[in-house]
């Protein structure tokens, strides 16, 4: 069965240091790959995408994500986090031909100062 | 740009009494369209979608139902509403095609009493 992965329910980190998001999906074929970010009450947004090319995909606000096909994973990373990066995030993805995008339950990221 | 309203942001509605949730796009034409439900604590639900005008696809069986009247309107219905409808409803749209991201409005929150 098609299904999306986010192992971490809840992540702390310190303002200023790294963040590494993990996702995994399990598809017959690579799908194409999101991530989106929610703020408390919020609707949600784009962060970054994967259809195909370069694996290290660059994103707003300083995110970036990389795909790795043989680990079918594509964790999002920040180099240096800030407090207004609290929020959840979800790692969604859909087939090159479907509608419905698969959510991961998301994960929950807390900046501590 | 394109950019998606939903209405209204917060709403508190005793059990058995009528929905109407109101999403409309604008900037684009032909859009998809798709409602999503959001339970605490918990991923994203798709409910329905819709790639044109009068054509709705169903993702759960439920309580409520979509109409699509014009090309960047979308509503999601409910006759009677339950306690288990409360939630947070997402509209999103997307491009004309498969494999589109999906790009959401502010949601609306709905409490059932």
């Known amino acids: 069965a098609q299904s999306v992965t986010q192992p971490d329910i809840h992540i702390t980190v310190s303002e200023g240091a790294s963040l590494e998001l993990r996702c995994n999906y399990s598809?017959?074929?690579?799908?194409?790959l999101f991530w989106y970010v929610q703020s408390p009450g919020q609707g949600l947004q784009l962060l970054l995408k994967?259809?195909?090319?370069?694996?290290l995909v660059q994103g707003i606000k300083g995110f970036e994500a990389e795909f790795k096909r043989s680990q079918s994973s594509f964790n999002l990373r920040k180099p240096s986090v800030h407090w207004s990066d609290a929020a959840e995030y979800f790692c969604?993805?859909?087939?090159?031909?479907?509608?419905?995008?698969?959510f991961g339950k998301g994960t929950s990221l807390l900046v501590t100062p | 740009s394109q950019t998606i309203h939903q209405w209204p942001a917060t709403l508190v509605q005793p059990v058995g009494s009528p929905l109407s949730l109101e999403c409309t796009v604008e900037?684009?034409?032909?859009?998809?369209l798709y409602w999503y439900r959001q339970a605490a604590g918990r991923g994203l639900q798709l409910l329905f979608y819709?790639?044109?005008?009068?054509?709705i696809s169903s993702e759960v069986p439920q309580n409520l139902s979509a109409s699509r009247p014009q090309d960047r309107q979308f509503i999601l219905s409910s006759k009677k509403l339950l306690l288990s409808d409360s939630g947070f409803y997402l509209c999103?749209?997307?491009?004309?095609?498969?494999?589109?991201?999906?790009?959401f409005g502010d949601g609306t929150r709905l409490s059932i009493l």
């Open positions: 999103a749209w997307s491009p004309t095609g498969g494999g589109q991201p999906q790009h």
């Open positions: 598809y017959g074929a690579t799908p194409y």
């Open positions: 994967y259809f195909s090319g370069d694996t």
């Open positions: 969604a993805v859909i087939t090159y031909s479907g509608y419905a995008l698969n």
């Open positions: 900037g684009t034409s032909n859009p998809n």
């Open positions: 819709s790639v044109g005008i009068g054509q």
